[in-house]
């Protein structure tokens, strides 16, 4: 793994999501948790960056990094590549107007060279949307500075604000 101190994050971000998930606790905010991962806080300060409480705690295969994919399939760092550049279109720039999306689970295994039956171990962990989406804005002027990082849920009207944070 490229990143051991990011992955051993993920790692215990995902017993948390479990934790969480499974109802051994109830936790309503990410700070309620950080007493579950107290060696990723002094390792990784800006942790609850990477982690919502509000998702169903799949993967978006379509938002994604490397490192992520490459964690929960267990493909090559090569392949993994692969697989986000793919998405990033012809200008091989995320984020952009000519991005690819994967439609099917079918082609996210085929994209990822696993067979259905290695495919069927990961599936569950994956999803082709997200249910809620992390912005993060930050605007400067005369020297002021603002990041507002709001957790929103997608494709409901009207947007429904789970969390809105200024830094």
Same mark, same amino acid.
Do not use: C, H
């Given at each position: =793994? ?5 992955? @051993?994050?993920?790692? !215990? @971000? ?10 051994? &606790?109830?936790? $309503?905010?990410? /700070?309620? /948790? ?8 002094? $390792? ?16 978006? !295969? ?9 964690? *929960?399939?267990?493909? /090559? ?13 012809? +200008? #091989?720039?995320? %984020?952009?107007?000519?991005? &690819?999306?994967?439609?099917? =689970? +079918?082609?996210? &295994?085929?994209?990822?060279? =696993?067979?259905?039956?290695? %495919?069927? @171990?990961?599936?569950? @962990? =994956? ?11 930050? #605007? ?7 990041? *507002?990082?709001? !957790? ?16």
């Amino acid at each position: =793994m490229r990143n051991k101190s990011f992955v @051993l994050l993920l790692l !215990v @971000l995902l017993a948390v999501t479990v934790v969480v998930w499974m109802g051994w &606790r109830s936790y $309503k905010t990410t /700070s309620e /948790s950080q007493r579950l991962a107290v060696p990723v806080i002094e $390792k990784q300060p800006d942790w609850a960056n990477f982690f919502t409480i509000w998702g169903d705690g799949k993967i978006d !295969v379509n938002l994604a990094d490397a490192d992520t994919i490459e964690l *929960i399939t267990g493909v /090559s760092p090569a392949t993994a590549d692969e697989f986000v550049k793919y998405r990033w279109g012809p +200008d #091989g720039k995320p %984020f952009t107007l000519d991005d &690819r999306v994967y439609n099917s =689970m +079918d082609e996210v &295994r085929a994209a990822l060279g =696993m067979s259905p039956e290695q %495919f069927q @171990l990961v599936e569950s @962990l =994956m999803t082709l949307t997200s249910e809620v989406d992390r912005i993060e804005s930050t #605007g400067i002027i005369a020297g002021y500075e603002k990041t *507002i990082a709001v !957790v929103a849920t997608r494709n409901t009207s009207p947007v429904r604000y789970l969390s809105w944070q200024e830094k």
